[in-house]
């Protein structure tokens, strides 16, 4: 459980991206700084993201 509900956090930050928003409201959402927003969530697309975890 928790690997998909971290594939899930990082689908979401990349969705967020993709609508503008910023890594620093990505960041105060989660509790964390610009930086480890950026770097823990940073290297994910949303697109290709399928509910069966795959893509």
């Given at each position: ?20 928003t ?34």
């Amino acid at each position: 459980m928790p690997a998909l509900v971290g594939r899930l956090m990082r689908r979401a930050a990349a969705v967020d991206r993709q609508a503008g928003t910023s890594w620093a409201q990505i960041g105060a959402v989660l509790g964390i700084g610009i930086d480890a927003a950026r770097s823990g969530f940073g290297g994910v697309r949303a697109a290709g993201f399928h509910a069966d975890g795959g893509g």
